[in-house]
């Protein structure tokens, strides 16, 4: 369930998320004392994180899902529809062709 994002600078990228989320630049996500990024709206906030993973040549987000409630397919695609939303609609110049997966990946998700 993680999504990849291909970028020659992935630290860079990840640097101006949080930039952007602690300046109010940007106001659909909140990150956490972990680093971990979660919707901000009331109605989907703390519902499941986003931990990402700085790799060479690429941003990973793998997904947390809260306790409760369980994650479901709706809430699945909701997170990462609004995350490929934010990367494509504020930081397009810096990202490439992202992809994600519908199955956990043992690697980047809890």
Known sequence: MALTVPT?????LLLQIKKDITAKRTDEWICDQDGDLTLSDPR???KAWFRPHVKEAKLVFGIIPAIEPKMSTALFAFYHGRLLETLMGRYHH???ETST???ASKFYDL
């Open 101 to 103: 997966s519908a199955f």
């Open 8 to 12: 020659n600078a992935p630290l860079y």
């Open 44 to 46: 989907w906030n703390n």
């Open 94 to 96: 810096l990202v490439g």
